[in-house]
């Protein structure tokens, strides 16, 4: 396998992936503002830095979360991409997601990085979080109780990038894998929650016997 080559490729790519500073192929920003207690049950979709832990993967299209939008707001285009700027470990916060969405408020404590047409969004995550500047993020996390990362010490990162046909593949295959997990992940939880009523149903306990007065029907 050649240096700047994968180990697979998708059918009709052979060209080594070319090795490029990030600096100058994308623009950096900051979220602004927002915190748990500014979510709302409807409004503007709003992207907490805390919620890139639990609720998504590689790509956003859609957020949890709902805010009022203010005039100080920053606001996504749909083609950027961010890191969290805080978190407990390195680990944590060298990792990327992709927004995909426009209008989706972008919380304080995130790093955004908005590539140029040569960069597909989807591909920047799956390398920040799987590639080779995994690693590099990680090391230049610091920080003891909570550590941090900032767009600087992204703006260092020398990346591989195979040619833009290339990455929207890329990116389009990751994110149909993450639809099918998703997907699997909301059946195994209805089967658990039909196994849970069935033993509920099946083998009476206190509150069952409690309510037919301990007697036998």
Same mark, same amino acid.
């Given at each position: 396998?050649?240096?700047?080559? *994968?180990?697979?490729?998708?059918?009709?790519?052979?060209?080594?992936?070319?090795? =490029?500073?990030?600096?100058? %192929?994308?623009?950096?920003?900051?979220?602004?503002?927002?915190?748990?207690?500014?979510?709302?049950?409807?409004?503007? *979709?709003?992207?907490?830095?805390?919620?890139?832990?639990?609720?998504?993967?590689?790509?956003?299209?859609?957020?949890?979360?709902?805010?009022?939008?203010?005039?100080?707001?920053?606001?996504?285009?749909?083609?950027?991409?961010?890191?969290?700027?805080?978190?407990?470990?390195?680990?944590? =916060?060298?990792?990327?997601?992709?927004?995909?969405? *426009?209008?989706?408020?972008?919380?304080?404590?995130?790093?955004? =990085?908005? *590539?140029?047409?040569? =960069? %597909?969004?989807?591909?920047?995550?799956?390398?920040?979080?799987?590639?080779?500047?995994?690693?590099?993020?990680? %090391?230049?996390? #610091?920080?003891?109780?909570?550590?941090?990362?900032?767009?600087?010490?992204?703006?260092?990162?020398?990346?591989?990038?195979?040619?833009?046909?290339?990455?929207?593949?890329?990116?389009?295959?990751?994110?149909?894998?993450?639809?099918?997990?998703?997907?699997?992940? #909301?059946?195994?939880?209805?089967?658990? #929650?039909?196994?849970?009523?069935?033993?509920?149903?099946?083998?009476?306990?206190?509150?069952?016997?409690?309510?037919?007065?301990?007697?036998?029907?």
């Amino acid at each position: 396998m050649a240096k700047n080559k *994968p180990g697979i490729r998708f059918h009709g790519f052979n060209d080594e992936w070319e090795q =490029i500073n990030i600096t100058g %192929n994308v623009s950096f920003s900051k979220g602004r503002g927002y915190s748990k207690s500014s979510v709302l049950p409807h409004g503007t *979709p709003l992207l907490l830095y805390g919620s890139l832990y639990t609720d998504y993967k590689t790509n956003i299209n859609s957020t949890n979360s709902f805010a009022n939008i203010q005039d100080w707001s920053v606001v996504s285009s749909g083609h950027e991409v961010v890191v969290p700027a805080s978190g407990e470990t390195a680990e944590d =916060i060298a990792r990327a997601t992709a927004i995909l969405a *426009p209008g989706i408020i972008l919380g304080g404590d995130l790093n955004i =990085i908005t *590539p140029n047409e040569n =960069i %597909n969004p989807s591909f920047l995550a799956l390398e920040f979080t799987h590639g080779r500047s995994h690693n590099k993020l990680v %090391n230049k996390a #610091q920080g003891i109780s909570v550590v941090h990362l900032h767009n600087d010490d992204i703006a260092e990162l020398d990346i591989l990038l195979p040619e833009i046909k290339e990455q929207e593949k890329i990116g389009k295959f990751f994110e149909q894998f993450d639809e099918l997990i998703n997907a699997k992940e #909301q059946e195994l939880e209805k089967l658990r #929650q039909l196994k849970l009523a069935l033993l509920d149903g099946m083998f009476p306990g206190d509150n069952q016997e409690k309510s037919n007065g301990g007697v036998n029907r």
